[in-house]
């Protein structure tokens, strides 16, 4: 059964590169960022969790852990991630799951048989810190990520978790939100003392709250 938003995210215990792990314990209060991909030693996927790596930062300050997961074996993880370090001048500095039995692949369905039998394709799950899956993505083999776009959507979720507003197209970090619908006029002033715009009396906006 597909996994949808708002389902806790299935825990697991599996090896990694960074040793045995609990999928819960790991995410501790963190938000995470679990991601397949099709294969070890692959252009794409080493493209890939190079990016990441280098995000670590930004990660950080998000309160967010990422762990990648393939169907490969742990020391063909351990032997890629060198290529990985050489190639995208970095250092990984995630776990990368070892998934020879498709556990979790099967647990969060990320084996598109249509697509192909044996690899995962790229899925992406953001979950947050009370372990609901707030959003997934899927991509196929062949199309490499965007985690400048994970990282908005991380924005737009943190920010959208803790306040009554909607981000709108094209939102980033700084941007106007929108003030959702069941928030009246009159309870704006206390909720948005920064001020608003009525464009449409169900189109309001309000500089971001947490600025």
Known sequence: MSLRLGDIAPDFTAESTEGKINFHEYLGD????LFSHPADYTPV??????????LKEEFGRRNTKVIALSVDGLESHKGWVKDINETQHTEV??????????????????????????????????????????LTITYPASTGRNF????RVLDSLQLTANYSVATPADWKHGDDVVIAPAITNEQIPDKFPKGHTEIKPYLRTTPQPNL
């Open 45 to 54: 996927c080493t493209t890939e969790l190079g990016a990441v790596a280098k």
């Open 93 to 134: 500095n995630f776990p990368i799951i070892a998934d020879e039995d498709k556990k979790v692949a099967q647990l969060y369905d990320m084996i598109h048989p249509e697509a192909n039998e044996k690899f995962t394709v790229r899925s992406v799950f953001i979950i947050g810190n009370d372990k609901k899956i707030k």
């Open 30 to 33: 963190s938000w995470g960022i």
């Open 148 to 151: 400048q776009e994970l990282l």
